[in-house]
């Protein structure tokens, strides 16, 4: 039996996040914004602790004052922070969030010289993998090296030890120096991961083959127009290896494909949209969660369904991703799972 530390380790990006208070405002009107966490990997670590799993953040700081602020907010959300390296000559990430509801969110990344992307090898070694239950991985870090052979070698180390691997596609197409290098790298790493979990748009840009299929509008990098054919990419996928899709459908919800073909569909929960902005993250850790409670994919997709569902109404990402209480309160007032 392998001892165990933590219920989930997550590996990626992480940053400071300024999101506009000016709700409505174009983005040239906005006079004030208010500081938080973000970064998809660490959202979903701050997500799936809120509910009650113990877990772990593997990502970079610089040495700055960002870097700081990032690792102090998530020590208060007791998220485990001791392999957080700090890089010397990098740069913490900031993003920088407009938000005019109901779908015009224009979103900056500042990732030149970012710390997390100079993740290695000898990182992953630091962190205790073995002694998780899962880890979760994430996309956006098969962008550059070295945190690529980093994403790649923490996986064969998780399969090794038999610890379950999450992967979250998570395409931010500015991140690429091609934006059909993003799916080579995500067809490579799949059959060394047992759940994937996307969008719509990002199991198309998993299997993009014209740049010319690829749309952004007003800034929304989080939000690409991804043309495909998404029956047809999401069995190419599945080919690859994984034991799972999940395929998340904002309002409607969500869907997990099996490769024996079997699709198990999960409705959604009817809310006013505020910001998108985390909903997907939310609904990762929420349904990360449910997976190791044991439950079922039905289950445990309604419960991220309810998770992303609370985090729109709300303006921002990991600080306002909901507690265990809260989320079980609002399914129940919705008629249950």
């Not at 990098?90 to 938000?99: D, E, K, N, P, W």
Request: glycine share 10%.
């Amino acid at each position: 039996m392998r001892a165990l530390e933590f219920d989930l380790i997550t590996m990626g990006r992480s940053s400071i996040d300024l999101y506009s208070t000016d709700i409505g405002a174009a983005f040239p009107d906005i006079t004030a914004f208010g500081a938080y966490i973000g970064g998809s990997p660490l959202n979903i670590a701050v997500g799936a602790r809120r509910l009650g799993l113990k877990t772990a953040l593997l990502t970079a700081v610089g040495p700055d004052k960002v870097g700081e602020f990032i690792l102090e907010r998530l020590r208060r959300e007791g998220v485990e922070t001791r392999f957080i390296p700090q890089k010397p000559g990098t740069r913490s990430s900031a993003v920088v969030l407009g938000i005019q509801p109901p779908d015009r969110f224009p979103i900056t990344f500042y990732r030149e010289n970012a710390a997390d992307i100079q993740l290695g090898i000898d990182d992953v070694l630091a962190t205790p993998i073995a002694a998780s239950r899962a880890v979760q991985l994430s996309g956006a870090a098969l962008a550059k090296e070295p945190s690529r052979s980093a994403t790649f070698f923490a996986a064969e180390e998780a399969k090794a030890a038999g610890v379950t691997v999450f992967l979250d596609l998570d395409f931010r197409a500015d991140q690429w120096h091609d934006p059909r290098a993003y799916g080579v790298q995500v067809r490579a790493l799949l059959p060394l991961v047992d759940v994937a979990i996307g969008t719509e748009e990002e199991v198309n840009a998993a299997m993009l083959r014209r740049p010319e299929d690829l749309i952004i509008r007003d800034s929304q990098i989080t939000a690409p127009e991804i043309r495909g054919n998404l029956e047809a990419n999401l069995h190419a996928l599945l080919t690859k290896g994984p034991g799972a899709l999940v395929v998340k459908r904002g309002a409607r919800g969500s869907e997990v494909w099996l490769p024996d073909g079997n699709v198990i569909q999960a409705p959604g929960f009817p809310v006013e949209v505020l910001s998108v902005l985390g909903a997907g993250d939310a609904f990762a850790a929420g349904f990360i969660y449910g997976r190791l409670q044991g439950w079922d994919w039905y289950r445990s997709a309604r419960m991220g369904n309810a998770c992303g569902a609370i985090v729109v109404t709300r303006i921002g990402c990991a600080d306002f991703t909901p507690y265990l209480e809260e989320v079980l309160e609002f399914i129940e007032a919705r008629g249950g799972f």
